[in-house]
């Protein structure tokens, strides 16, 4: 029945329906599969479908559903959206989405599928990657407003502090490293302070890898952890 009249809104006329708000409301109570189906009828080259295709793009990262994430980052995946549209959809879905390890998973996971080719997108892996540290950092957040005690926090996030680690370490993008660096600081993972101290004072990295470091380092000065 949703389906229906979402597809009512945008049938009705040939240009996009002027009821934002109505087309807003019926997506979030639609699945990933509807809504990835109804941009996928869109992708074409005739305008009006475009233009109906770009206001559901505008639309599906602030919805705040689990089935908006998943569109998001499979149309990332499958190269339906790219550039610098791709890049605002993930900035935006990463500030309105419910910060959980299940979502900071499954955009680590699409950022190591972008990085295994060898002309992936700069935009969307940036996008991807500091998406992982803002929401890791809004779920500290999260856990603290609620009174969950820090540690479970930590241990929470120590499995993405893994992989981020160990991307770290194959890497030899110094553009890279210093995005998992500047991601890996907002994480607040104590167990990261001798390497960012061992990066740091390696002068064979360049300057701008030991700032971000640096920077990364000051965000571990208030916990209790950090004696020096």
């Known amino acids: 029945m949703i389906v229906q009249k979402m597809l009512t809104l945008f049938t009705q006329d040939s240009s996009p329906p002027v009821d934002i708000l109505r087309v807003t409301q019926l997506l979030r109570f639609c699945s990933a599969h509807d809504i ?45 959206i790219s550039g610098l549209s791709a890049s605002l959809m993930i900035n935006t879905m990463a500030l309105n989405a419910q910060p959980t390890p299940k979502l900071i998973d499954q ?44 540690q479970t926090t930590i241990t929470v996030l120590r499995g993405f502090v893994r992989d981020i680690r160990s991307m770290f370490q194959t890497s030899r993008s110094d553009d890279e490293k210093s995005r998992l660096i500047k991601t890996i600081g907002n994480f607040g993972e104590p167990s990261f302070l001798p390497e960012l101290k061992s990066i740091i004072k390696n002068e064979q990295f360049p300057p701008h890898v030991r700032v971000f470091a640096m920077k990364a380092l000051l965000g571990f000065c208030y916990m209790p952890e950090v004696k020096d």
């Open 107 to 150: 955009c680590l996971q699409v950022y190591k599928l972008k990085m295994q080719t060898s002309q992936h997108d700069k935009l969307v892996v940036r996008s991807l990657i500091l998406s992982v540290g803002s929401l890791a950092n809004r779920l500290k957040e999260k856990h603290q407003s609620m009174g969950v005690d820090r």
């Open 36 to 80: 990835l189906n109804l941009i996928r009828s869109y992708n074409t080259r005739d305008s009006q479908s475009w233009q109906k295709m770009k206001l559901l793009l505008d639309i599906v990262p602030s919805l705040h559903t689990e089935a908006a994430n998943e569109v998001v980052l499979t149309l990332v995946k499958e190269n339906i």
